[in-house]
C-alpha cells in the first residue's frame, strides 16, 4: 500500500512539474530560446528634420551604415580583419581583437560608414559580417545656428542644444532584421528573416527666421573681428509673441566638423551664452526702471516722478556711504535740467538712482519680478540661467540705487531681451520659445501655440516708454542706431566686469537693444560685444551692429518707410 502511495505521489508531483513549466514558466522558456536561436541587427530610424519657420532645412540626414561582426560566424578571421579595416579606414590590429573573442555574439566595428564603402564591402561577401542603415546628421549651414541646434552622438542621440532638449521627437523607433543561428551563432541556411521597419522621427519647425539669423551672423562676425573682442552675441525677437528669430553666439564652430577630440574646446564653443550664462547688464537696464516709474506715476504712487520732472543735475549721489557717480562729469551744464525723457538720452546715472530709491524696494521689485529677474524665463532651451537678483529681504539702499541704473544685479540675455520685449509691447510678457511646431512624417503640423505669462505694464505706459526711447535713438546715445524713414527705439549699455570680486579694469561689455517700428515692435534686437579693444562705448560698438541687423530686416522683409 505505501509503495503505491509513494508512486502516485512521485506521479503527482512530475505531473505538477511539467504543468508548471509548460504553462507557468513556458512562455519565459520559449523566449529564452528564440533569443539563442534568433540574431538581430538594428535598423536605425531617421531622425526627423530641423527646419526654420519658413521650412528651410537646419538639420537633415544622409543614409550610412552600421558595421557588425558576429565572431563565431567568422571563417577566416585575419582575412575579414584585412578587408574590413582597408575598406573602412580602420585599425587592423584592433579590428582581429574585437572579431576573435569568440565568447561575445556580436561586436560593433563601424558606425555611420559611407553607402559607397559598404558596397565595396558587400563584394567580399565575408561570412559573419553584417550591416545595416543608421544615419549620420548633416547641416546645411555650416556654423551657423550650431549653439542653438546643438549635435548628435554617434549613435544619433541629441547631445546638446535643440537636438537634446527635443530628443524624444526627434528620434523615431528603431526597427531592426531578425534571423535564426545554429547554436554558436552562425546563420542557418534558408533561415526566414524578419524586417521591423524603423519609425521616422518627428520633425521640428522652429521660430528661427533663418534670412534674419543669417544677417545677424554675418553682422556679429564683422563686429568681433573689427573690435577684437573675446566673444560676441545677440538675441532677435518677435516682441509681439517672443518667437526667437535669431540667436548668434561667436566664436562657434562648424556642425559638421565638431572638435569632439578636443573636449575643452568643444565645451566652449558649444554652450549658448545667450541662455546659460549672466553678466551685469549696466545702462540698458534702465528701460526697466523707467517702465516700473511710468507705471506708478500712472496710478497714482506719489513717490513716482512725472515725465516733466526735473532732476537734480548733481553727478554724485551718497547712499549709505557709498558715492554713485555719473559716467559724465557733469561739465559746462552737461546733464543739467533732465526729465526722464532727457535722462534715458543722456543714460544718467543719478536720476535712475532717485527713482529706485523712491519707489522703494518693494514697490521696484514687485516689477522687477514682473518683468522676469531672478527666474528663468522659461524658453525650450537646456541650462537656462536664473540670473543673480539680490533678495528682496536682504537688499540695502545702496543696492537698490545700483540695481536702478543696472549695477549690482545680473541677467542672461534672453532675460533682458524679453524685459525690454515686455517694456515696449503694451506690456505683455510672453514665455519665449523656439518650437514652432512639431511636424508628422505625413507632413502634418502641430502648433505650439504663444503662451501669455504675465502683464508687466499698461499699455498706456508702454506707449510712454516706446516714445521715450525713440527720443533715445533720434537725439540721445543710441544716435548709430538710427535709421532713416523707420522709427528705431533702443537704449545704449556700458558695463565694467569684475573678477575675483573686484573691476577688472579695462575689461568693458558693450551693448545696445533696440526695436523696430517703436510704435508696433515687430523686431527687438539685443547686441553683446563682450570685451572690445580700444573703444568699447555701447553706444558706438553696439548700435551700429544693431542697425546693421535692422536694415538687413527691412531688405529682407521689403519693410516700406514710415508714411
Known amino acids: 500500500m505505501s509503495v503505491c502511495l509513494t508512486i502516485t505521489f512521485l506521479f503527482c508531483l512530475i505531473l505538477a512539474r511539467l504543468l508548471y513549466v509548460q504553462t507557468i514558466w513556458g512562455g519565459a522558456l520559449r523566449l529564452k530560446a528564440a533569443d539563442q536561436w534568433n540574431r538581430e541587427i538594428p535598423v536605425i530610424a531617421e531622425r526627423g528634420l530641423i527646419t526654420d519657420r519658413n521650412g528651410e532645412v537646419l538639420a537633415g540626414n544622409k543614409t550610412t551604415y552600421s558595421v557588425f561582426v558576429r ?225 506708478e506715476y500712472l496710478k497714482g504712487n506719489s513717490k513716482a516722478f512725472s515725465n516733466s520732472y526735473v532732476f537734480n543735475g548733481s553727478r554724485t549721489r551718497t547712499v549709505d556711504g557709498t558715492k554713485i557717480k555719473c559716467w559724465s562729469d557733469h561739465a559746462n551744464g552737461k546733464h543739467a535740467n533732465q526729465t526722464l525723457s532727457v535722462a534715458l538720452n543722456n543714460s544718467c546715472n543719478p536720476c535712475f538712482t532717485d527713482i529706485a530709491l523712491a519707489l522703494g524696494s518693494q514697490t521696484f521689485y514687485k516689477y522687477l519680478q514682473g518683468f522676469g529677474f531672478g527666474n528663468v524665463t522659461g524658453l525650450d532651451f537646456g541650462g537656462e540661467a536664473l540670473g543673480m537678483l539680490v533678495p528682496q529681504t536682504a537688499v540695502r539702499d545702496c543696492d537698490l540705487a545700483r540695481i536702478g541704473f543696472g549695477q549690482t544685479v545680473a541677467v542672461s540675455e534672453i532675460q533682458l531681451a524679453c524685459a525690454v520685449a515686455a517694456a515696449v509691447n503694451g506690456g505683455n510678457y510672453y514665455v519665449p520659445r523656439l518650437l514652432k511646431g512639431v511636424v508628422a512624417p505625413d507632413g502634418s503640423v502641430t502648433e505650439n501655440p504663444a503662451v501669455l505669462k504675465t502683464k508687466a505694464i499698461s499699455s498706456e505706459a508702454s506707449a510712454i516708454l516706446s516714445e521715450m526711447l525713440e527720443g533715445v535713438v533720434k537725439e540721445g546715445s543710441g544716435k548709430h542706431a538710427y535709421i532713416e524713414g523707420y522709427r528705431v527705439g533702443g537704449k545704449t549699455g556700458t558695463a565694467q566686469k569684475y573678477e575675483d570680486g573686484r573691476v577688472a579694469q579695462g575689461k568693458y561689455v558693450s551693448s545696445f537693444v533696440g526695436f523696430f517700428p517703436a510704435n508696433s515692435p ?33 531688405k529682407i522683409k521689403n519693410i516700406p518707410p514710415c508714411s
Open 71 to 295: 565572431p563565431n560566424a567568422v571563417e577566416n578571421a585575419e582575412y575579414a580583419a584585412t578587408v574590413l579595416s582597408a575598406t573602412l579606414g580602420i585599425d587592423a590590429g584592433k579590428t582581429l581583437e574585437k572579431i576573435s573573442g569568440k565568447k561575445i555574439s556580436e561586436v560593433t566595428i563601424a558606425r555611420q560608414a559611407e553607402k559607397e564603402k559598404i558596397e565595396k564591402l558587400a563584394e567580399y561577401n565575408l561570412a559573419g559580417v553584417y550591416f545595416a542603415r543608421d544615419n549620420t546628421r548633416t547641416y546645411g549651414y555650416g556654423d551657423a545656428l550650431c549653439q542653438v541646434l546643438g549635435f548628435t552622438s554617434s549613435d544619433g542621440g541629441g547631445v546638446s542644444g535643440i537636438e537634446k532638449y527635443y530628443n524624444s521627437i526627434l528620434s523615431g523607433v528603431d526597427g531592426e532584421i531578425i534571423y535564426s543561428t545554429d547554436i554558436v551563432g552562425i546563420q542557418t541556411e534558408n533561415s526566414a528573416v524578419v524586417y521591423e521597419e524603423a519609425e521616422k522621427g518627428d520633425g521640428i519647425r522652429l521660430t528661427i527666421d533663418l534670412d534674419i539669423q543669417l544677417a545677424a551672423e554675418n553682422a556679429m562676425k564683422s563686429v568681433y573681428l573689427s573690435s577684437k573682442a573675446k566673444a560676441v552675441s545677440c538675441v532677435v525677437l518677435d516682441p509681439q509673441n517672443f518667437d526667437v528669430l535669431a540667436m548668434v553666439n561667436y566664436p562657434s564652430y562648424d556642425l559638421n566638423d565638431i572638435p569632439r577630440n578636443d573636449s575643452e574646446k568643444l565645451n566652449l564653443l558649444s554652450r549658448n551664452t545667450a541662455v546659460c550664462d549672466i553678466y551685469e547688464p549696466g545702462s540698458t537696464f534702465k528701460v526697466i526702471t523707467a517702465a516700473a516709474n511710468i507705471e
Open 522 to 554: 515687430r523686431y527687438l534686437a539685443l547686441v553683446i560685444v563682450d570685451e572690445p579693444e580700444g573703444v568699447y562705448y555701447g553706444s558706438t560698438v553696439a548700435a551700429p551692429v544693431a542697425k546693421e541687423i535692422f536694415e538687413d530686416i527691412i
